[in-house]
């Protein structure tokens, strides 16, 4: 995991994005441009960071997620209303 991903929410701001529905509109290399996802959780061992689970073909070992935390989720997504 990288730094920009451990960079924590508070804990009400964290909590106010699960459920939130989102599309990477910056260059991030891990998933392609436009891609959606669903905020579904905090990770378990780094407080603040969100998992989301993209809009992708789930791979052979299981659903395509991604960590992010407030830095990297301000730079590289947008929120859906």
């Known amino acids: 995991m990288d730094t920009e ?3 924590p929410f508070t804990a ?3 909590q106010t994005k699960v459920g939130k529905r ?3 509109t910056g260059e991030y290399s891990t998933v392609p441009l436009g891609t ?4 579904i959780g905090l990770h378990s061992q780094h407080k603040g ?3 989301i689970q993209w809009d992708l073909p789930p791979t052979m070992s299981g659903p395509v997620q991604g ?3 407030k830095t ?3 730079k590289y997504l ?3 209303n």
Request: no cysteine; hydrophobic share 55%; glycine share 8%.
């Open 5 to 7: 991903s451990l960079t």
């Open 12 to 14: 009400i701001e964290a």
């Open 22 to 24: 989102v599309r990477v």
């Open 36 to 39: 959606m996802g669903t905020v």
């Open 49 to 51: 960071v969100l998992v």
């Open 67 to 69: 960590w992010f935390g």
């Open 72 to 74: 990297k989720y301000e």
């Open 78 to 80: 947008v929120e859906i």
